[in-house]
């Protein structure tokens, strides 16, 4: 399924100091029945969001105001754990499009770069740059440039490059997925073809 372009991202963040963030945590088992991407968000995080009577914990800080945007930047670690995709449908249907944290798990990274999400490796020096800007300053915008590779803190100017394999990189930008992508080149499939006839 294709998705939306990858756009140059310039936004408020939200800060997730946690680290081995794995994926039960990210979206709980009991949630998984569902067999479309919708509707996942509502539970990201549940039980660290919600007591068992679903009231709102005041101190979980998806559930505090002040902090805002489409990045999320979390501890070291993330995504953890079994390899449901659902993890990245949920981050992404609340409203992410950027997962910041200084190590992915690799079966996370790739669920997330299929499903447009996209997965910001920083060192752990400039992470926590991250996380103290936005925490000493919730207004702190966050700049994601994915066809430089670059992600800055546009108030300091801080800045770090990323990595990013250059196939993901070109759906992203294009908003493809695999079969997208091989639409895309049909016509040097179709040369290449002629070639070995």
């Known amino acids: 399924m294709s998705s939306e372009k990858f756009q140059t991202i310039e936004s408020l963040a939200v800060p997730l100091p946690i680290e081995n963030v794995d994926t039960d945590q990210i979206i709980p088992a009991r949630f998984l029945k569902a067999t479309t991407r919708e509707g996942f968000g509502e539970n990201l ?12 914990k005041k101190d979980f800080v998806l559930n505090n105001n ?48 299929n499903n447009g999400l996209l997965p910001v490796q920083v060192s752990e020096s400039f992470l926590l740059t991250l996380i103290r800007a936005i925490e000493s300053n919730p207004s702190t915008l966050i700049k994601v440039d994915l066809e430089e590779q670059l992600i800055t ?24 997925d695999d079969i997208d992508y091989l639409l895309s080149i049909k016509e040097k499939i179709v040369e290449f073809e002629k070639s070995r006839s």
Do not use: M, Q
């Not at 995080?45 to 709102?56: L, Q, V």
């Not at 501890?75 to 995709?85: A, D, L, P």
């Open 66 to 113: 002040t902090y805002k945007g489409s990045i999320l930047v979390g501890g070291k670690n993330f995504g953890s754990g079994s390899s449901r995709e659902h993890a990245a449908w949920a981050i992404h249907d609340y409203g992410f499009k950027v997962v910041v944290s200084s190590f992915f798990a690799d079966i996370f990274k790739n669920n997330a770069l």
């Open 153 to 176: 803190i546009t108030d300091s100017g801080a800045s770090e490059s990323f990595d990013i394999n250059p196939y993901k990189k070109e759906c992203l930008l294009n908003g493809y």
């Open 45 to 56: 995080f549940r039980d660290w969001r919600f007591d068992k009577s679903g009231a709102p």
